[in-house]
């Protein structure tokens, strides 16, 4: 009983003793952000939501997005892997306590050699346990290293979730585009087809001369390559997207909505640079480096002794009906294990965790850097992109009237066909624009969404 008192005041002095944890414990690094993003100027509050294409009040837009986030496989098989590693972080944590196990035989043999001929039975049944008393912090320290890899998982499945919103959302748009400009390039190929088939009229009655039939052959031509281009486009597109909400391509009839969409959301005055910090990659990269923060600690650890306790408690006998009947045998053992000479490897490790450390905050600094860049591309190309609309709408008005008008002059001798054909191609040409600066600036507020991690209200 003296022994096992002693181990007992042993291990309750070694518990008091274990709340030192060697190793530097995290703290954020300090990075200095503008206080506001350059192109917006007043302060605001705002009200954090992740279902911002809500705004654009479009049913079938929201439907894809639900049904990517229950479906796509990708997203699926990253939740599986995160949740693999919410059970290795359980399986690191049960390493803090005293681990059990149990164990029971059964023989036969001559035991003894030549002294005992006869063959004997023997039987047993044990109780284990062991418990390495973390002393150094060792193993608190991979607990929180465990910890930070399971957070650090969890934003890379809220990155990946948050990239599939964005991505449905663009590629939705990018079918919408691709729709109307089907559409303008079947109404100009009507158009042109209708004007070639007059001019034929007129070149048999010998009224105009051969090159005005010429020209107008190779600008219906343009027109009717552009269908089955947009039509290819469009289909693969949509295939896209039904890659994305998890299902098999199939016809689909995307209504061209791109019209519907010329007023996109304001953007309110002033958003603060803290909207950074619920950005998914910056707080993954910042798990990331808690989890290395705590391995330099683990390496530090391993170059001091481990300490262990262990003990046996069960029974044996030669006859299995007296197994429970005898007198129990028990095993107390403290054990020290210590590295004495290895030629730096503890040493180097340290080094190794300390690099990895330092090159996980250069990793952290750079991906809040970034972040801050995405916030700001975004914010400049929307800016400037409802500048362009703005051009580009007064250059399909005119270059539509100036298309009238060149036709009206045609048809009276006044211009020639190169004039008309010219002023019909920059119709063309600036309505194919504005269709691709609509969904450019569409984009572009997606983009500024991801940027922000989730959006601005």
């Known amino acids: 009983m003296k022994i096992i008192q002693a181990i007992a005041l042993l291990s309750l002095g070694v518990l008091i003793l274990s709340g030192c944890k060697v190793g530097t414990n995290y703290t954020r690094p300090e990075v200095q952000l503008p206080e506001h993003f350059q192109f917006t100027d007043a302060n605001t509050n705002f009200d954090n939501t992740l279902k911002w294409w809500d705004l654009f009040n479009d049913p079938e837009l929201d439907s894809l997005i639900q049904k990517a986030l229950q479906n796509n496989k990708d997203l699926l098989a990253t939740a599986q892997r995160v949740e693999a590693v919410r059970h290795q972080m359980a399986i690191q944590k049960a390493d803090l306590y005293p681990q059990f196990s149990y164990s029971g035989t059964a023989g036969r043999g001559n035991f003894a050699g030549s002294k005992l001929p006869n063959a004997v039975n023997s039987f047993s049944l044990l109780g284990q346990a062991s418990w390495e008393l973390d002393f150094w912090g060792k193993l608190r320290r991979m607990n929180e290293a465990a910890q930070a890899q399971y957070l650090a998982s969890e934003q890379g499945l809220n990155s990946l979730r948050l990239s599939l919103v964005t991505t449905v959302a663009t590629t939705y748009f990018q079918v919408q585009e691709f729709n109307a400009k089907l559409q303008i390039a079947e109404s100009t190929y009507a158009i042109r087809d209708s ?42 597109t949509e295939n896209f997207l039904a890659f994305l909400v998890g299902e098999y391509p199939s016809p689909q009839d995307y209504t061209n909505k791109l019209n519907v969409y010329a007023q996109v959301p ?28 705590a391995m330099v600690g683990v390496a530090k650890a391993l170059r001091l002794p481990s300490i262990s306790l262990t003990g046996l408690l069960g029974v044996a006998s030669s006859d299995l009906s007296k197994l429970t009947s005898g007198d129990p045998a028990w095993n107390i053992n403290g054990g020290l294990l210590g590295p004495l000479f290895n030629w730096q490897k503890n040493a180097n490790r340290v080094k190794a965790e300390e690099a990895l450390a330092q090159a996980a905050i250069y990793q952290y600094e750079s991906t809040v850097l970034n972040a801050f860049r995405e916030v700001e591309d975004a914010l400049v190309a929307i800016q400037t992109l409802k500048q362009e609309e703005q051009a580009i709408q007064e250059h399909v008005d005119a270059a539509v009237e100036a298309s009238k008008l060149s036709e009206e002059r045609y048809d009276k001798g006044i211009a020639s066909y190169i004039e008309f054909l010219e002023s019909q191609r920059q119709a063309f040409d600036a309505q194919m624009s504005l269709t691709s600066n609509k969904q450019d600036l569409l984009e572009a507020f997606i983009n500024l969404y991801q940027a922000l991690g989730g959006g601005w209200e």
Do not use: C, W
């Open 195 to 236: 004007s070639y088939q007059i001019l034929l009229y007129r070149f048999d009655a010998g009224i105009i001369p051969a090159i005005d039939l010429n020209h107008s052959r190779i600008q219906k031509a343009i027109a009717e390559a552009a269908i089955p281009l947009y039509k290819r486009m469009a289909t693969q």
């Open 266 to 293: 304001e953007i309110p005055a002033g958003i603060p640079s803290s909207l950074l910090d619920r950005r998914p990659d910056i707080m993954q990269a910042e798990q990331e480096l808690v989890a290395q923060n």
